[in-house]
Structures are given as C-alpha cells and as structure tokens.
C-alpha cells in the first residue's frame, strides 16, 4: 500500500535542496548494485546507518522530513523518524528502472519493519508530459512537486519510465518503522 501525504512544503524549499544537490560533488554510481554500469544511475548517499556522508545535505533533508511528518501526522498518518538511509537519486529517460526491492540483503535490517518516504525535489516536475511516476504492487502513482510517497520498501517498486529531456532527481528516506 502507498499513502501520499500532499503538499508537505514549498516548492522554493524543493528549489533549495535541488541546487545544493545538483553542485555536490559526492554522487556515484553504485546503485542498483550487482548490475552492469550501463544499468547504474547516479546517487549520492547522504546517511547510511550511523555514518553520515554530507553533513549539510543530511541537515537539509532532515528539516525536509520533519516537514512531511508534522503534515503527515495532520492527516492520521505516521511518519517515524527513526532513521536508516537518505538519498539522492537522478534518473532520465536514457535510463529504464528496475523493478526492485530495498534492503532485501541488509543483515543488519532483517525483521526490521521498514518503510520509505520518497518525494521528487523538482519543482517544475509534471507527470503528464515528463513521466517519473512511482511503480508500486502494479500501481502506478503520479508524483506531484511537493507530494511525497509513504510505502513499503519490501515490495517490488520502480520508477516510471520518464518521458522529457529534464533530470528527475528524487529524494528518499528509509525509516525503521518498528
């Protein structure tokens, strides 16, 4: 199941995080792992377990999910706040998404119930002519600027395939749910 919680900020606070992420000079490619580079997208890796990689970006992204927890708890929903993974991802249309799930091989997670909260910072982002969706249990969801999704990482996902010449670049949190 997917809950979206809408409208959790301002499109200039997405603006913000997209251009700090854009000039940062930590992204890689090694997601998905295990396959070829030509099916790698670029990611920067902001927290991974108790090692923080960026310490502003971290910062910024915290403030961004405190943001989606209070309107989320606004609309019945929880939103933890313990948290496991952040990350920045940017995908185009030269790149096709796997169909995948998250944290199947993290020993260090098994019998953790988890969730993930995933959002597109940009803010000019339209599902109609750009594409980008999120691909969840054979449902699609449009993204809006702004909207973020709250699922179950555990569950085969991906994101749609995109249509435009523009760089989705999507933000994601995993929580420890328990």
Request: charged fraction near 30%.
């Amino acid at each position: 199941m997917v809950t979206i919680v809408n409208q959790c900020c301002s499109l200039l606070f997405l603006d913000f995080i997209k251009h700090q992420v854009t000039k940062s000079r930590k992204w890689n490619f090694n997601y998905p792992m295990g396959k070829s580079f030509e099916d790698k997208h670029a990611k920067i890796d902001i927290v991974m377990g108790s090692t923080v990689h960026d310490e502003f970006l971290a910062g910024v992204s915290m403030s961004l999910l405190m943001l989606i927890h209070e309107k989320a708890k606004q609309q019945n929903i929880n939103v933890p706040l313990d948290l496991l993974f952040c990350g920045i991802s940017m995908k185009d249309k030269h790149r096709e998404d796997n169909i995948h799930t998250d944290h199947e091989n993290d020993e260090e997670l098994k019998g953790t119930p988890l969730i993930k909260v995933l959002g597109i910072l940009n803010s000019d982002w339209n599902h109609e002519t750009d594409g980008g969706g999120f691909e969840h249990d054979d449902n699609i969801y449009k993204l809006k600027p702004g909207d973020f999704l709250i699922f179950d990482p555990k569950v085969k996902h991906r994101a749609e395939d995109i249509k435009s010449d523009k760089k989705r670049i999507a933000i994601d949190w995993t929580l420890n749910n328990g």
